[in-house]
């Protein structure tokens, strides 16, 4: 006689959340911080190493991109690797590789080996992201997945406000070198915790009908005595994560509204990089030392933190467009008062702190517009190109405003150009809005924020 079954993934979903959860969460907290920590650190430092490895300043936004193009492609690997072969050590591999290279960054002497090291850094943290967002969305009820992935985005600009802190006080006292040590003993003692106490993906496991075992040690940390003896604990499988074809995006009706969201998912995620990236510099160049600018931008990334956590409430209560829509055109006009405020530290830190509010609550809100514009079926495969998009951004941001600065722009005409994008994922949003309703027959999301 087949033994009974039990479906593991509705059981978690009726179990009130427990400390063993919370723990995996934060612990993905964790990671996400690493990765905004490392990505921000090269902005803060920019200066001293393009006078150690005799780089001009107007080219060193070529050793941001090659960081991101690392992630854009670490994600594109890691990520279906992960899949195949398991969370958790994709996980570990991935902190212990941009800790390697974090590192060697420090230890750089010319501009070949700063784009080696950057890049393959980027490999790491590329490929920690879906890791950590898998692992953490697929251990929370459904009811709560949303909050899981939100405050997981959160802790991203949450590492860069520890990074921005820190090098506030640690350039000053042992050099710019010291980030990048912090950088790397950071990850690697990260890594032995979750080598220690993170679990591998009771969703993954079941996916591949293996290790029983491990999943029911597993679900006895969740819910202890709670679990039924000599019963086959299995996951249903789920039709989002097979993945589709690409076209997919583009038929029904879907291809003006898919190509519209892909623009402002460009504009927002290429100004969250590049601002945090170029600012430290730019203000560098006239007259604040790199602990000051490593300060306005930890009020950048303050406000980014508060937005990020409140943005899946403001649009579900308010519409995404309603929200966004003024999200990014409040983020243009901070970005511009940003860069006419730098006779002030006061207005200047009052700027700082209301473009990364909007901006980054703008950012995170982009989420909520793309899973509400797929079916179930594709859901999964349009988010993840709209946020491939957000990667191509990162990787143009910084050499454009490295163009700029070549040319002689100064901080005023720099951030009224980083504030152009915010009006034009504004206005794309616009059109959205209008060819949105192309694709409400079939996009039944009931877990999406409300349009409107």
């Known amino acids: 006689m087949a033994a009974a079954k039990v479906n593991v993934i509705e059981l978690i979903d009726r179990h009130p959340v427990t400390p063993f959860q919370i723990g995996v969460l934060i612990l993905c907290m964790l990671v996400a911080a690493l990765d905004g920590f490392d990505t921000q650190a090269i902005g803060y430092t920019a200066p001293a190493i393009a006078a150690v490895i005799h780089l001009p300043m107007p080219q060193f936004g070529q050793v941001g991109s090659a960081g991101l193009v690392g992630a854009a492609l670490g994600a594109l690997s890691f990520g279906p690797l992960a899949d195949v072969f398991g969370r958790k050590w994709f996980m570990i591999i991935a902190v212990v590789v941009f800790a390697v290279f974090s590192y060697l960054t420090s230890t750089s002497t010319s501009l070949n080996e700063l784009l080696t090291y950057r890049f393959c850094t980027g490999l790491g943290l590329g490929g920690v992201t879906p890791a950590f967002l898998a692992m953490g969305a697929e251990l929370a009820p459904k009811r709560l997945r949303d909050v899981f992935v939100t405050v997981l985005f959160a802790s991203f600009p949450g590492g860069g406000l520890i990074g921005s802190l820190t090098s506030a006080w640690v350039i000053p006292t042992f050099g710019w070198q010291s980030v990048f040590y912090i950088g790397a003993v950071a990850p690697l003692v990260v890594a032995v915790v979750l080598i220690i106490w993170l679990p591998e993906s009771i969703r993954f496991l079941l996916a591949r009908n293996m290790r029983q075992e491990e999943v029911r040690r597993t679900l006895e940390r969740i819910m202890p005595g709670e679990v039924p003896a000599g019963v086959e604990l299995v996951a249903p499988s789920d039709p989002a994560r097979q993945g589709v074809p690409l076209k997919h995006l583009f038929m029904e009706g879907r291809a003006i509204p898919t ?6 998912f460009f504009m927002v995620f290429m100004i969250l990089v590049t601002v945090t990236f170029w600012t430290p510099a730019v203000l560098n160049s006239v007259g604040f030392s790199l602990s000051a600018a490593a300060l306005i931008i930890g009020l950048n990334n303050i406000g980014s933190v508060i937005a990020s956590a409140a943005s899946g409430w403001a649009v579900h209560r308010a519409g995404a467009f309603r929200v966004l829509i003024p999200g990014f055109i409040l983020g243009g006009l901070s970005l511009a008062w940003f860069g006419q405020a730098t006779s002030s530290i006061a207005m200047l830190s009052i700027a700082s702190f ?56 100064k901080v005023g005409g720099i951030f009224y150009a980083a504030a152009l994008p915010c009006f034009i994922g504004a206005l794309f949003l616009v059109f959205l809005y209008f060819a949105r309703p192309v694709m409400e027959a079939d996009a039944a999301a009931p877990t999406a924020a409300p349009a409107e």
């Open 259 to 264: 190509l519209l969201l892909w623009v402002p």
């Open 354 to 409: 209301l473009a990364g509010f909007f901006v980054g609550g703008t950012g995170t809100g982009l989420i909520a517009v793309a899973a509400g514009m797929y079916p179930t079926s594709i859901r999964s495969t349009g988010i993840g190109w709209a946020m491939g998009m957000g990667r191509v951004g990162q990787v143009f941001g910084p050499v454009l405003i490295g163009v700029l600065v070549g040319l002689g722009y």
